[in-house]
Nanobody, 124 residues
Framework: QLQLVESGGGSVQSGGSLRLSCGASGHTYSSYCMGWFRQAPGKEREGVAFIDSSGSTTYADSVKGRFTISQDNAKNTLYLQMNSLKPEDTAMYYC??????????????????WGQGTQVTVSS
């Protein structure tokens, strides 16, 4: 079964940058849509960025132009480069995957595989 492990979270000041990583193992399907979700206390989980097996990406409007999702298939690793961070970006960030050729709508219920999460805190 696919296992995902996030890393790279931490505390930064507003305007700073962080790079999150998600290592994948045990994958049994040839194609996955992979993405990042985030959830802050008291708020709904939201999709942040997604990438399919061909490298096609989609982003939430709130992070477009600031975040970049990428993948290194040779290393089985997913990345999220976060620049120009804002306090409202503070949340637990989760790596997720679904065995699909194309990414579905950004609903968490459509993703069956999840990492444990990594905390991102942005101070003003």
């Amino acid at each position: 079964q696919l296992q995902l492990v996030e890393s790279g979270g931490g505390s930064v000041q507003s305007g700073g940058s962080l790079r999150l990583s998600c290592g994948a193992s045990g994958h049994t399907y040839s194609s996955y849509c992979m993405g990042w979700f985030r959830q802050a206390p008291g708020k709904e989980r939201e999709g942040v960025a997604f990438i399919d097996s061909s490298g096609s990406t989609t982003y939430a409007d709130s992070v477009k132009g600031r975040f970049t999702i990428s993948q290194d298939n040779a290393k089985n690793t997913l990345y999220l480069q976060m620049n120009s961070l804002k306090p409202e970006d503070t949340a637990m960030y989760y790596c997720a995957a679904t065995p699909r050729t194309w990414c579905p709508a950004p609903y968490g219920g459509l993703f069956g595989y999840w990492g444990q999460g990594t905390q991102v805190t942005v101070s003003s």
